[in-house]
């Protein structure tokens, strides 16, 4: 099994921060841990308590909020939702949502995460 970690620019309306991202194709969704928000941007409410299933069988994590970002790969502009995960063990990380969104590929030959830039390409008229 291979993983890929790696740092990647954040930004949110109260600042912008570099987060060491694990990318994970057996996550569904996107989720960031509750620490690394403060200096970028204030969570949502989700309304609806979710609960996150984890790798001990039984055992769930509360979802309460979510927060939206952007966030750069390869200097590509993107953006998403992440879940904010109490006690998340890595900075952050992204889902298959988002690698499907942004038709990500992950080279685990080389070490590399690959997005098209003209995914990312907004047309403003």
Known sequence: MSILKLPLQFVGSKGEKILYTLFDSGANLSCISAANLEDLEDPVSL???RKLATASEGHYIEIKERVTLDFYINDVLLSDEFLVVPGLSEDAIIGAATLQKWRIKLDFEHDQVL??????KLQLI
């Open 115 to 120: 997005v098209d830039p003209k995914v990312a």
């Open 47 to 49: 309304g609806n308590i």
